[in-house]
Structure formats: structure tokens, C-alpha cells
């Protein structure tokens, strides 16, 4: 990579940070509507933290930069986590916030699409080495 020309990896790296905050918020959000959903109760929050688990552990298998899932898979994923977010929001009667996430959600992804430098130039925001090099951790 040439560093003598200006770079998007500052923005990058925030837009990445932006993104995993959408997530955050994705979990959070079908937490809560579990949670008034199903009574809001100690066995309402034990529901909850089961559904969010699961809700991980799919991220993490199919959604997640690290996941062996087709693109496809990724994004459907993606996709149905939040709008489980968004829909739970609105069904319990937080319509505001559920379309702040869902624009949030949007904006968000749209920027970090944006600020993606080229495949050949692409590299780790955080440790500065190139995607495909295996120490980038």
C-alpha cells in the first residue's frame, strides 16, 4: 500500500466501531422485546437471555467477519437479526425507537460500505496489516 496518499482508515475504524455498536443495540433490543413480550418477570428475563444467546451464537456462526458462511447466508442473517430488532421495538410500543435503530442500521452500514478502500489496499484498521495476512491479529 502506498502511504504516501491520503487514507480512509481512520474513518474506517470508526465506521467499524459504528457498526459493531449497531449490533449492540440489535442484541439489546430483541432482549428487551423478549423480555416485555413474554411478561416481564424473572422467567421473562431468563427467556430473554436464552433467545439473545441464541441470537449470538447464530451471529457469530454465520454473520460475524470471522464466519465460514457464504455472503448470502451473512447477509440474510444480518437482515432477519435486525429486523427482529426493529419489529420487537415497535411491538412493544416503541415505534420511535425502533426506527432510530433501523435508521441507525442503515446509515451506519451504508457509511462503513462507503469507506471501504479498495480489495487490494485493504487492511486491518487495527493492527495495519493487509486483511488476508495471517497475523492480522
Do not use: C
Amino acid at each position: 500500500m502506498d502511504r504516501t496518499r491520503p487514507t480512509l482508515q481512520p474513518l474506517r475504524a470508526m465506521g467499524l466501531l459504528f457498526v459493531m455498536l449497531a449490533e449492540l443495540f440489535a442484541w439489546a433490543a430483541i432482549g428487551y422485546a423478549v423480555y416485555r413480550i413474554a411478561g416481564s418477570d424473572w422467567t421473562a428475563a431468563a427467556i430473554a437471555a436464552v433467545v439473545v444467546l441464541l441470537v449470538l451464537v447464530a451471529w457469530g456462526k454465520l454473520a460475524s467477519p470471522r464466519a465460514t458462511a457464504s455472503p448470502a447466508v451473512s447477509l440474510a442473517t444480518k437482515l432477519v437479526v435486525y429486523a427482529a430488532a426493529v419489529l420487537g421495538l415497535a411491538l412493544t410500543g416503541h415505534a420511535w425507537w425502533a426506527l432510530a435503530l433501523a435508521a441507525f442500521v442503515v446509515v451506519v452500514h451504508l457509511a462503513e460500505r462507503f469507506t471501504r478502500s479498495s480489495p487490494e489496499d485493504e487492511v486491518n484498521p487495527l493492527t495495519d496489516r493487509p486483511e488476508n495476512d495471517p497475523r492480522r491479529f
